[in-house]
Every structure is written in structure tokens, then in C-alpha cells.
């Protein structure tokens, strides 16, 4: 078995990640099942969300994706012209 | 290319499935919640499959061996290798 911090971060993300899962399946899936009036559905938000905040959240990895390429392309062009 | 187009394929179909069910193109008549639970499902199997992926790299993450032997004879070499190569006159 993997050590220290490895064991901790390993193990957060899986939880992490099992977390998101079921509250998103709970939100999507299960939700509609269940009637409106039942105290459940004060923890959620209103289902537009459900699809609004995963696309945000997707449009802003990937435009943090094309920042760091950027930054990188640019950092090796300097790099060669100050070669030449 | 072989594989990219079977999984476009495979996505394609789905993706089509989803749309002539979702603008009621078969006529069929779905109860309401089904209707509630049909519209986010792509992207809820983006998101599951995201949560997939996260889980997966995270439990090998967890649970990937230390191997110490590999660990010592590696930093000997890597220590041989210096004082080879200082030896060799090369400046570190």
C-alpha cells in the first residue's frame, strides 16, 4: 500500500468523487420520482442547475486549459527568440 | 481510427436516440417525471463518467505500492552516475 499523503489523497478523491456522483444521481434521477411536497427536495437546487453549473464549470476548464497553453506556447517563443 | 469511429458511432446513435425522444418525435406518450429524468442525461453521463474517472486515478493513487528496493538501487546509480560524469570533467 501507498504511504502518507498518497493514501490521503487517493482516498479523499475517490470520496470526493462518490460524493458528487450521488448527489447528482439523487438530483437527476431520483428527484422526479418523488413527490413535490416532501421535505427532501429543500436540498437541492431547482433542476435547471443540474445542467447549468456541470457546462459552466466544463466551459471554464477548458478555458483554463487554453490559458495554460497559451502561456506555455508563448514562454517557449520567448525562449527561442531570445536564443537567436 | 478504427476505435475513434466506433465510439462515434456508438455516441452518435445515442445522441440521436436521445433527441427524437426528447422532442417527442416518436409520439410516445411518457409520463412526466420520465420526461424530468430523460432531458439532463447527457449530461449526467458526462458528469457520472467524469466522477468515474476522478474515482478511478484517485483509488490507484491510494493504493499504488512503494517499491523501496527500486527506490535505493535507483538513487546508487543516480549518485554513480555523478561522480562519473564529474569525473569526466563535466560541471553539475
Known amino acids: 500500500m501507498a504511504t502518507g499523503t498518497d493514501q490521503v489523497v487517493g482516498f479523499g478523491l475517490v470520496a470526493v468523487s462518490l460524493i458528487i456522483f450521488t448527489y447528482y444521481t439523487t438530483w437527476v434521477i431520483l428527484l422526479p420520482f418523488i413527490d413535490s411536497q416532501h421535505a427532501i427536495h429543500k436540498y437541492f437546487l431547482p433542476r435547471a442547475y443540474a445542467i447549468l453549473i456541470p457546462l459552466a464549470s466544463g466551459l471554464l476548464l477548458l478555458l483554463l486549459v487554453g490559458l495554460f497553453i497559451t502561456y506555455v506556447m508563448l514562454k517557449s517563443r520567448r525562449a527561442t527568440k531570445k536564443a537567436q | ?92
Open chain 2, 1 to 92: 481510427m478504427l476505435k475513434l469511429t466506433q465510439w462515434l458511432w456508438g455516441l452518435g446513435l445515442l445522441d440521436s436516440a436521445w433527441a427524437a425522444l426528447t422532442m417527442g418525435a416518436l409520439d410516445l406518450e411518457l409520463s412526466f417525471p420520465c420526461q424530468e429524468v430523460l432531458w439532463p442525461l447527457p449530461a449526467y453521463l458526462l458528469v457520472s463518467a467524469g466522477c468515474y474517472a476522478l474515482g478511478i486515478v484517485g483509488y490507484s493513487v491510494a493504493t499504488f505500492h512503494d517499491c523501496e528496493d527500486a527506490v535505493r538501487e535507483l538513487q546508487s546509480q543516480i549518485l554513480e552516475a555523478q561522480a562519473d560524469l564529474t569525473r569526466n570533467g563535466l560541471c553539475f
